[in-house]
């Protein structure tokens, strides 16, 4: 059974100009241990598929569906339900390592805080089990960091101690939200590999959330790619790089450009813009921008189907392998 | 592409004075932002300058604009030292030298319409120029940047990321420019957008034969873009050399960790990858490393390292290196 078991999943926002759908009709499953890689532009949806699951939508968003956590059911429930779950059983990392931690609390109080709420440490146990995670995260001088304030420390150490925190609790899914984003990429390399290490060593399921296919190629066993709020194809890692089926997958991974790539001249692009999420276009929300699409696309949707092992696409055109 | 250098860096620094210890009358610290930087810049050419945070690669693109003051050196464009004229001086070379900031929203001013945004600099350069002409100016510039004439009268937050930033693009080529300072202008894009900005780069380029100078973080992109790229760490230069040579065979350590480090999106050549690399973060350029800046995270690092502070070597034709060791590098390479 998956330890995440998203079924038809919508969140809403209602807004003074309307309501945004956000997240339209996601089904995912997150097996236990593995690493499942999220990937899409600003405005599919990608994050707010797991706020949801965390109970962290912002006030006037609304979620429907279900949101299976080890079979039982999320949307709707209630804050006490959530906290059970939320820091301790599964927990986030989000893409700002500043504006996530308290700026005014001390690194090892932040820390302990999670184990005296959650498992009822006493403060000096929880100090000792927060040290032992920041050297597990390769934080060095571990003991003096935990008497420090965030902002003494690095865009690198604060992601660490990020992890650090959402480790604490041996959960069983961590939702790594665009984790290494805004830090340099010696230092995105390093905190990749703890990614890694993590899901090795302590078999937690990793649900990466970027829209940087290298990041996603390093790290993740299955690959779901999501498009204005939908997901339109999903597989293993390896067929999604090698043999892409939906025409925006293939369109990503030709426009991003390859460090190991020596051609010059013009970039392959997808024409247009991503859509207006309070406006969706009609029919395959993909058609403007396709360069397959035909009249069917504009007028009816296509839905994820299911047509190899372990892969789906929502894509009328039968794309073959290039 | 001519050959006469259009532009000159010589030993080009600038430091900010920080205070070190006491809340009034501490002492002063120099911030070595850039440090003694020299570079030549033809025209139609592309120079991509990568480095981390803080390695002073965006004071260097406004060091070169004389948006920031000197502290010393020189930058000559087309022979005239721009850190020796004075303020009317340098008005007038700016109508030569443009610059396009990151982040797409914020470098455009709330208030302003897009076409007036655009015809600004028309404004400020050509007060006499009649309305009809401005506006016909500002029509063409808009087709060329790939926005549509209808969209003169609306106001940056109706545009989204990519077209603000084509805004800023035509801002800065309105006055029909021979260098563009990039700052990072594609890193707030998203990925379909990001090669549509590039492309659009490429073409104002071979269409004015402008010269840029492309600052950025993504290395994929600036061999892409790029005929040349510098590699800065805390203000100094750790290689220059023509793209296919510095991509092909890196000769300081630090950029061959740099390249080690950016992930492939390919799964067999990223898992393959032997990964790491550097550890912990780049020093405080308030307190550099004596010698080799670089040491303090280098796998090469010996005693000389320590002592002496390597000087640019020619390594091939146009292939420098700032690196006691570039002879063993290639062998030693991660």
């Known amino acids: ?133 920041l050297k597990r995260v390769q934080i060095p001088e571990a003991e003096r960091r935990l008497d420090m304030y965030p902002h003494e420390l690095s865009g690198g150490l604060r992601q660490r101690v990020m992890i650090a925190m959402a480790l604490l609790c041996s959960p069983e899914v961590i939702i790594a939200d665009e984790p290494t984003t805004a830090l340099d990429v010696t230092v995105q390399a390093q905190i990749l590999d703890i990614i890694h290490d993590v899901k090795e060593r302590l078999k937690t399921a990793v649900v990466l959330i970027t829209h940087d296919l290298g990041v996603v190629a390093g790290l993740a066993d299955r690959v779901a790619v999501m498009y204005a709020g939908r997901i339109v194809e999903v597989g293993d890692v390896g067929s999604i790089f090698s043999d892409p089926r939906h025409p925006y997958t293939k369109g990503l991974l030709a426009c991003t450009p390859r460090l190991d790539d020596a051609r010059q001249g013009i970039m392959t692009t997808i024409q247009g813009q991503p859509p207006n999420l309070q406006r969706l276009p009609s029919g395959c929300s993909f058609h403007p921008r396709c360069s397959y699409a035909a009249e069917r696309c504009a007028n009816e949707r296509p839905a994820l189907e299911i047509y190899g092992q372990g892969r789906a696409r929502a894509c009328f055109k039968d794309l073959k392998a290039a | 592409m001519m050959t006469q250098p259009f532009l000159q860096i010589r030993d080009l620094k600038v430091h900010f004075p920080v205070r070190t210890g006491g809340l009034f009358f501490g002492d002063y610290t120099a911030l070595k932002a850039v440090d003694g930087i020299s570079f030549d810049l033809k025209a139609g050419e592309t120079l991509g300058v990568v480095g981390e945070s803080g390695c002073g690669k965006s004071t260097l693109g406004r060091a070169v604009l004389q948006l920031v003051p000197a502290t010393s050196g020189a930058v000559s464009w087309l022979g005239c030292d721009l850190t020796q004229q ?126 840029l100078i492309f600052i950025s973080h993504d290395l994929a992109v600036v061999r892409h873009i790029s005929h040349r790229v510098l590699v800065l760490y805390l203000g100094k230069v750790m290689e220059l050399a023509e793209r296919e040579s510095l991509y092909r065979a890196p000769r300081h350590p630090y950029t061959q960790a740099l390249m080690a480090a950016v992930p492939i999106p390919d799964p067999d050549k990223e898992r393959a990858k032997k990964r790491v690399i550097l550890t912990g973060d ?53």
């Open chain 2, 86 to 211: 004075d303020k009317n001086e340098i008005k007038k070379c700016r109508q030569e030298l443009q610059i396009v900031f990151q982040d797409p929203l914020a470098s455009l001013d709330p208030r302003m319409t897009a076409g007036d945004i655009i015809a600004e600099p028309l404004r400020n350069y050509f007060p006499a120029m009649s309305n009809s002409e401005r506006t016909a100016k500002v029509q063409d510039m808009m087709a060329k940047v790939g926005l549509l004439p209808g969209m003169v009268n609306r106001y940056p937050h109706e545009f989204s990321g990519g077209q603000c930033q084509r805004i800023g693009i035509a801002r800065a080529m309105i006055l029909k420019p021979k260098l563009i300072v990039c700052d990072e202008p594609v890193s707030a894009l998203d990925v379909s957008i990001r090669a549509q900005v590039i492309n659009l780069l490429m073409d104002l380029q071979k269409d004015f034969n402008l010269s």
């Open chain 1, 1 to 133: 059974m998956p330890i995440l078991d998203i079924r038809n999943l919508n969140v809403r926002f209602a807004t003074q100009d309307g309501e945004v759908s956000a997240v339209n009709d996601v089904s995912l499953s997150v097996e236990k241990g593995e690493c499942l890689g999220i990937v899409g532009e600003s405005g599919s949806g990608k994050s707010q598929t797991f706020m949801a699951a965390m109970g962290l939508l912002a006030a006037n968003g609304r979620a429907n569906g279900e949101i299976l956590f080890d079979g039982a059911n999320l949307v709707g429930a209630s804050e006490d339900a959530f906290n059970t779950v939320r820091g301790n059983r599964m927990s986030m990392i989000f893409q700002d390592p500043m504006t996530s931690l308290t700026p005014h609390m001390k690194i090892g109080r932040q820390l302990a805080e999670v184990l005296v709420h959650h498992r009822g440490a006493s403060v000096v146990e929880a100090r000792i089990q927060s040290l032992a995670m």
């Open chain 2, 282 to 334: 780049p020093p405080s350029p308030l307190n550099p490393p004596s010698g080799c800046v670089f040491r303090t995270r280098c796998g090469q690092a010996n005693e000389r390292c320590v002592q002496e502070i390597p000087l640019l070597e020619t390594a091939s034709v146009g292939h420098e290196v700032s690196c006691h060791h570039w002879r063993n590098t290639l062998e030693n390479r991660i």
